[in-house]
């Protein structure tokens, strides 16, 4: 009996045999490439009061995020509040990054009060971690009251000396002039314009980003302040995380609007990269 020919048969064997090794080694390298390419969050840290320093870090830090391609940029908050300038700056960079933005209230016992909620509502995604807080939003001048002038000199007998102003004058209290009536009084014209210019940004930027308006206006009138858990309850955060793992596996999936696009995140397994300043 005639046997068929080995040479071809073992070829094909030999072929099917690499054929199936090949697949089986790309489906082994397919997780491994996947984890390779998950990307990276941009972590900036903001731990104190915001001032020049603080705006040109963030905004370089944003910048930077973009260039290296990162998947999302979380902004760590600690932050009694600071300078309504670099505070704009830090916002106007957060409403035009092309990479989605997290304020991230963090870590338990920390604070985004005054400037740190407006730029909590300014965030594409506001999260905060057990045991923090915000608000006290109301603007407050910078300096304080006029040093008193000098002690006046006791004349003999420890009698006082007399008012110069004398009694009616234009520094006495019976015409309205003189006393506490002398200094800028609460509810002043400047007083309102700055504070209704206040409700009206961060009105705005609650309505941009879908959260509670009428408490940030609160937050600003009467320097109202919330807990995370009573944040969360009254739609002023959309999150509490108890760390950054926990923050990017509870925001994976969500839709963000960006200046020109809507993007679907996809946050687990991203490397963190902390940004120094």
């Known amino acids: 009996?005639?046997?068929?020919?080995?040479?071809?048969?073992?070829?094909?064997?030999?072929?099917?045999?690499?054929?199936?090794?090949?697949a089986v080694r790309g489906l082994a390298a397919q997780p491994a490439a996947e984890a390779a390419d998950a990307g990276t969050v941009a972590v900036l840290e903001i731990n104190g009061a915001i001032g020049p320093a603080t705006s040109r870090y963030v905004v370089r830090g944003l910048e930077a995020a973009e260039h290296n391609g990162s998947r999302l940029v979380v902004?760590?908050?600690?932050?009694?509040?600071?300078?309504?300038s670099a505070m704009r700056d830090i916002i106007r960079?957060?409403?035009?990054?092309?990479?989605?933005?997290?304020?991230?209230?963090?870590?338990?016992?920390?604070?985004a009060a005054s400037a740190g909620t407006y730029i909590l509502y300014a965030s594409h995604i506001a999260a905060m971690a057990p045991a923090t807080n915000l608000?006290?939003?109301?603007?407050?001048?910078?300096?304080?009251?006029?040093?008193?002038?000098?002690?006046?000199?006791?004349?003999?007998?420890?009698?006082?000396?007399?008012?110069?102003s004398g009694e009616g004058g234009a520094g006495s209290p019976a015409n309205g002039s003189g006393g506490a009536d002398a200094q800028p009084q609460p509810g002043s014209a400047m007083e309102r314009k700055v504070v209704n210019d206040?409700?009206?940004?961060?009105?705005?930027?609650?309505?941009?980003?879908?959260?509670?308006?009428?408490?940030?206006?609160?937050a600003v009138r009467g320097a109202a302040s919330l807990s995370s858990s009573a944040a969360l309850e009254q739609k002023?955060?959309?999150?509490?995380?108890?760390?950054?793992?926990?923050?990017?596996?509870?925001?994976?999936?969500?839709?963000?609007k960006l200046a020109t696009r809507t993007v679907k995140l996809a946050t687990?397994?991203?490397a963190i990269e902390h940004m120094k300043p």
């Open 1 to 22: 009996m005639n046997l068929p020919a080995r040479g071809p048969y073992a070829a094909w064997l030999l072929a099917a045999a690499l054929a199936a090794g090949i």
């Open 75 to 84: 902004l760590e908050l600690d932050t009694p509040g600071g300078l309504d």
């Open 93 to 111: 960079a957060i409403l035009a990054s092309p990479v989605p933005v997290v304020s991230y209230v963090s870590p338990p016992g920390a604070r």
């Open 135 to 164: 608000g006290a939003a109301t603007p407050v001048a910078i300096g304080g009251e006029p040093e008193p002038g000098p002690a006046p000199v006791p004349l003999p007998g420890g009698r006082k000396p007399a008012d110069k």
């Open 198 to 218: 206040a409700v009206a940004y961060i009105r705005g930027l609650a309505e941009l980003r879908g959260r509670n308006a009428d408490w940030a206006e609160q």
């Open 236 to 256: 002023v955060i959309d999150v509490i995380a108890r760390d950054l793992p926990d923050l990017l596996t509870q925001i994976d999936g969500r839709e963000v």
């Open 268 to 270: 687990r397994g991203l």
